[in-house]
T-cell receptor, first 114, second 109 residues
Framework: NAGVTQTPKFQVLKTGQSMTLQCAQD?????MSWYRQDPGMGLRLIHY???????DQGEVPNGYNVSRSTTEDFPLRLLSAAPSQTSVYFC?????????????FGSGTRLTVV | SQKIEQNSEALNIQEGKTATLTCNYT??????LQWYRQDPGRGPVFLLLIRENEKEKRKERLKVTFDTTLKQSLFHITASQPADSATYLCALGTDKLIFGTGTRLQVFP
């Protein structure tokens, strides 16, 4: 039982490049989400999914794309990287009954856009 | 707009004392509230959850209260230890989980 696995742990991109941050969970959680964490801003929700085939926008979705083809995986795509997307990205998952269960977070991806 | 405030950026406390962290919110009616611990370079770790109809929840040395009238949650760590030093995040939930910016707790011997 690995929990939530994020890859890569570190990434440097040039402005305009695209990439996909991977997130996988083995707990059969229906709910998955992506957050970014910036100094002084806290964790901000980018996109989330309540189940396979269903995604929705969070607080800061611009510049990011997601899909959920399986219960286990929830990749985050940066379409055209910008320096403002330099951040630490966390994937989190939970059971659909989120009023009774906490979220499990991955260890994060530290992204730098130059 | 919705706003979550955690009482201070940093809290220093002596070992053995009780640490009390505050989470206040406005323009929000959460169904539940959660507290997380985050160590440097790591993802948040879930500690406790309390629902809107609950006043208090305990787990070992941790206690959380939730006052929906005051729009406030208090998080207590009793008999604090240096190993409790970390950043503590409160998060409010309905269909989404919204986080505060956190309070950095330092417990010194």
């Amino acid at each position: 039982n690995a929990g939530v696995t994020q890859t890569p742990k570190f990434q440097v991109l040039k402005t305009g490049q695209s990439m996909t941050l991977q997130c996988a969970q083995d707990m059969n959680h229906e709910y998955m989400s992506w957050y970014r964490q910036d100094p002084g801003m806290g964790l901000r929700l980018i996109h989330y999914s309540v189940g396979a085939g269903i995604t929705d926008q969070g607080e800061v979705p611009n510049g990011y794309n997601v899909s959920r083809s399986t219960t286990e995986d929830f990749p985050l795509r940066l379409l055209s990287a910008a320096p403002s997307q330099t951040s630490v990205y966390f994937c989190a998952s939970s059971y659909s009954d989120r009023a009774n269960y906490g979220y499990t977070f991955g260890s994060g991806t530290r992204l730098t856009v130059v | 707009s919705q706003k979550i405030e955690q009482n201070s950026e940093a809290l220093n406390i002596q070992e053995g004392k009780t640490a009390t962290l505050t989470c206040n919110y406005t323009n929000y009616s959460p169904a539940y509230l959660q507290w997380y611990r985050q160590d440097p370079g790591r993802g948040p770790v879930f500690l406790l959850l309390i629902r809107e109809n609950e006043k208090e929840k305990r787990k070992e040395r941790l206690k959380v209260t939730f006052d929906t009238t005051l729009k406030q949650s208090l998080f207590h760590i009793t008999a604090s230890q240096p190993a409790d030093s970390a950043t503590y995040l409160c998060a409010l939930g309905t269909d989404k989980l919204i986080f505060g910016t956190g309070t950095r707790l330092q417990v010194f011997p």
